[in-house]
C-alpha cells in the first residue's frame, strides 16, 4: 500500500493512518502558526528566573497565545488542562505546570503549541535559571545541536532513518543516550499524525522523505540512561536514574530541495543563553 497520500484527496483533519503531503497553502499556514507559538517562548525568555512559578509561566503563555488570535492546542487536549508542558532537570518531557518555582541553576523546557486557523504550530525550547553547571549547559548545547543535524538530514530522497541516526550518533559521541520511548511525528491540522519520527535509527531505513510532509523532530537527551519512568500524574516522563534531559523540538515541512523550519525564534532565541 502506498502509505502517502494528498492532503486534499483525503479528510486532513483526520488522522488517516497515511503520510499526508501538503501544498503550499498549508506550508503558509504553518509558517504563521509556527511563528506565534515560537514569538511566545521568546517572550517568556525574560520571565524565566529564580522564584518564578511554572503556573505564572503558563499563565502568560497562554494569555500571549490569545492575544495573538490563535488557541491553545494543550488546553483539552487528552483531558490536559493547561498551554504548556514545562520539564525541569530530570524530567523528559510533559512536566505540568504548577506551584513549583523554579531555582538557581534548574534547565527547563517549555514546550507548547499554537493552533491558527486549523495549523498547529508545535515547539519547544531549552532555558537556564540563573548560574547553570557545566555539565547542564553542555547538555542543552549537545541536544540544539542534535536538532539541528537531524534537520539536515530531512531533505527529499533521504529517510526518516537519516533523520535518527544523524542525532542518536551525535548525542552518543558525547556519552549521552536518546530517550526511545518519545518520538517526533506528523503535524498540520492534526495535532499528532503519521509518521511517527523516531530520534535514533540506521541509515537508509524508513519512509522516505517526500516534498509535502510536514512533522516535528524532537530529540530528547539524557547525560544517563535512556530508560522513562511515569510519574503518577500520568502526563510527566522522567529519566529512570534521576539524570539531566533536554530537549528542543521544531516543525519542519520538507520542500522540493531541503526543508522549512516554520519555529524559528523571530527574535535569534533559538538556544540559551538568550540574554
Known sequence: MN???SATSVDAHRRTGEIKLYGPDAFAGMREAGRISAAVLDALTELVMPGVST???DDVARAAILAAGAIPANIGYRGYSHTSCISINHVICHGIPGARTLKDGDILNIDLTSILEGWHGDTSRMYLVGDVSLKARRLVDVTHECLMLG????KPGNRLGDIGHAIQRHAERHRYSVVRDFVGHGVGLVYHDEPDVPHFGRPDTGPLLRPGMIFTIEPMINIGRPEVKMLDDDWA??????SLSAQFEHSIGITETGCEIFTTSPKGFDRPPYL
Open 3 to 5: 502509505p502517502y497520500v
Open 151 to 154: 534537520i539536515e538530514q530531512a
Open 55 to 57: 503556573q505564572a509561566l
Open 237 to 242: 516522563a522522567v529519566t529512570r536514574d534521576r
